[in-house]
């Protein structure tokens, strides 16, 4: 019998690794009773579904539809705005928004803003004035993903706290987070005040155009394929929403993975021209995003098992990513990792468009956390991770440092 693999329990969440390890050697596709779908776990079943046409990411009006009446209002207007994301769109929509924005995120434009991520990050460490404990998630990997997506959309930077408010209260509807009963609610609130705002930031961007992701999309980038307002006010939401929190959780998780492992950390002290291959061992390991979801849109057969039309299917990029069969000590980190093919930023034509921006944003905040601290320790044992399965990060992470002289 197939053993009954409970992913709402709390260990799933705080520590994956022996439930996964179980997974991918028992019962690497298998259906999951306690989120009613295939669950997928090894790194080459998770590829496939994720580069093939016959499943889907149409999945907010089938949502919508399930819910009951009260609730179905609200629910609504949540599924309208997400369900304009090219997130959660098939071709051929799907492949006319990410063409226009596309251009934005290519590697001219992309070093034209190495300097002003420096600048924030390194604005930020001033802020912390003398302190030498912090919290690094709220004092420093929340507010530079936030800052540098408001600069990339064209919010002016006294706005941005509110940014990061709404992601935050966003991500409870998308996330699937457990414990949140009211989710609907903070949700529909944010979400209400967040459209408004990039209603607003539009129409100004409309009367005064500038050199930002706003104005290109009015304006319909290369492609010349001017998008509507509502398609924009939901490409901006889902760009904080994308690009937010997982960089903070790529900041922080792999600053927990340094602090877990003083060899790693001593290594990148040594040799901080390790830092970018160190952020992409972070990524592999900690997974920003752990989770995608499809479905099939017809019947189809992975690892012998029968997968029907309509069912969901859980990707675990998590599980793929300790696949033994194609990541040499895979258990480790190990931040000189060589070929790394880990797919934190998804596969096939979903592919996350920011990741370039995103493994600047990780290899600058460690650049200026580094050039400016040394002595990174831990305050504390129990670090608690969010209760989510689509994302994975912590809720805080309490550390101590010392200037450098
Ligand atoms: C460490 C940080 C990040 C991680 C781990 C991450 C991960 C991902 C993943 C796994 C997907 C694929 C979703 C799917 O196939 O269903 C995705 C899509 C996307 N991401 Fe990211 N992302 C990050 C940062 C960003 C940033 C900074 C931005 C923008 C500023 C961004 C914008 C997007 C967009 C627009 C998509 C949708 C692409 C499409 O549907 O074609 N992401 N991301």
Redesign the pocket.
């Known amino acids: 019998m197939e053993q009954d693999f409970d992913l709402n329990q709390p260990e799933a969440i705080q520590n994956p690794f022996p439930m996964y390890e179980a997974m991918r050697r028992d019962a690497p596709v298998h259906w999951n009773a306690s989120v009613k779908g295939w669950f997928l776990t090894r790194y080459f079943d998770v590829r496939m579904v994720?580069r093939d046409p016959r499943f889907s990411?149409e999945k907010m009006s089938p949502f919508a539809n399930r819910m009951d009446g009260t609730k179905q209002e609200k629910i609504a207007f949540l599924a309208e705005i997400l369900g304009g994301w090219?997130?959660f769109k098939d071709p051929p929509e799907?492949t006319k928004l990410?063409q226009v924005l596309q251009g934005a995120f290519m590697p001219k434009p992309l070093a034209a803003m190495r300097p002003n991520v420096e600048t924030i990050a390194h604005e930020i460490l001033d802020g912390l004035g003398d302190r030498t404990e912090i919290d690094l998630i709220q004092d420093f990997a929340v507010p530079l993903?936030a800052t540098v997506?408001g600069d990339?959309c064209g919010v002016s930077r006294n706005k941005t706290h509110k940014l990061r408010l709404w992601a935050d209260d966003i991500a409870k509807f998308v996330l699937q987070g457990r414990s949140t009963l009211d989710k609907y609610d903070v949700s529909y609130k944010a979400l209400t005040e967040c459209v408004a705002f990039y209603q607003e930031l539009v129409a100004d961007h409309r009367a005064n155009p500038r050199d930002d992701l706003t104005t290109l999309m009015i304006d319909g980038g290369d492609v010349r394929k001017p998008m509507t307002d509502d398609e924009i006010v939901s490409t901006l939401v889902?760009?904080l929403f994308?690009?937010h929190e997982?960089?903070t959780n790529?900041i922080a998780s792999g600053m927990f993975a340094l602090l877990q492992n003083p060899d790693q950390m001593a290594k990148l002290e040594a040799d901080r021209s390790l830092i970018p291959s160190a952020v992409e061992e972070f990524?592999r390991f900690e997974a920003?995003?752990a989770t995608?979801v499809r479905i099939a849109l017809e019947d189809v057969e992975i690892g012998g098992q029968h997968i029907k039309k309509g069912d969901r299917v859980f990707a675990s990029?998590f599980s793929a990513a300790h696949d033994p069969e194609v990541f040499e000590g895979a258990k480790n980190v190990d931040i000189a990792r060589r070929r790394n093919r880990h797919m934190?930023?998804?596969k096939g034509?979903?592919?996350?468009?920011?990741?370039p921006?995103?493994r600047l944003?990780?290899q600058v905040a460690f650049e200026a956390l580094f050039e400016r601290y040394t002595d990174f320790t831990l305050r504390g044992d129990t670090l608690e991770w969010r209760d989510e399965l689509i994302t994975r990060g912590l809720h805080d992470l309490p550390i101590s440092m010392h200037p450098r002289q």
């Open positions: 994720l990411v090219m997130v799907h990410r993903p997506i990339l889902l760009i994308a690009g997982t960089t790529l990524l920003p995003v995608l990029l934190a930023f998804g034509i979903h592919l996350c468009l920011g990741a921006l995103a944003e990780g």
